[in-house]
């Protein structure tokens, strides 16, 4: 139980935070708008986490029955791995879903805290840290800038997860 809520309590929190305050340095556009508009908060932490959540993939499932998808049978026992990532990306479920928009009003919703029975516990935990920490660095740190081109960031060869190695920053 310590390990679980270690890794799922804390290394995707985060990853999540992590990866949020790259998106919003990358965007500048849309950490302006937060920053102007605080309320926006819950709405973009909901589009961070569809836009580079902290878990790539889920764990493994099995089939429980045969199953056509795409025209590909999957059968039953199969192993079946879901990128989360990918499935938040998907252009037929998401209007242009590689673009960061904290406006949006998406009808679908993502996938980052997984569905149904295999639905994140700490999700709400989750969201309610990165609201806070997202939310005092704008409103404390609003010259935050990346001190190293992004292209030249990090990841973490963590099986799972997307999570930087390290997010360098300087502010003004």
Request: some cysteine; charged content about 25%.
């Amino acid at each position: 139980m310590v390990a679980l809520l270690i890794v799922a309590g804390h290394e995707t929190t985060v990853s999540l935070i992590g990866n949020a305050t790259l998106a919003l340095l990358r965007h500048p556009e849309q950490r302006a708008e937060i920053s102007r508009r605080p309320e926006l908060l819950p709405r973009a932490i909901e589009e961070l986490v569809r836009f580079d959540g902290p878990v790539e993939r889920a764990l493994n499932r099995w089939a429980a029955t045969d199953v056509e998808l795409r025209g590909q049978t999957i059968l039953r026992g199969s192993s079946v791995i879901v990128v989360l990532g990918a499935a938040d990306r998907d252009a037929e479920r998401f209007a242009d879903p590689d673009t960061l928009d904290v406006l949006a009003e998406r009808e679908a919703k993502h996938v980052g805290f997984g569905r149904g029975t295999h639905y994140c516990l700490g999700a709400p935990l989750a969201r309610l840290e990165a609201e806070v920490a997202l939310g005092t660095l704008l409103r404390r740190l609003p010259g935050l800038r990346l001190a190293a081109p992004a292209e030249t960031l990090a990841w973490r060869a963590v099986p799972l997860f997307r999570s930087l190695a390290a997010l360098p920053v300087a502010w003004s």
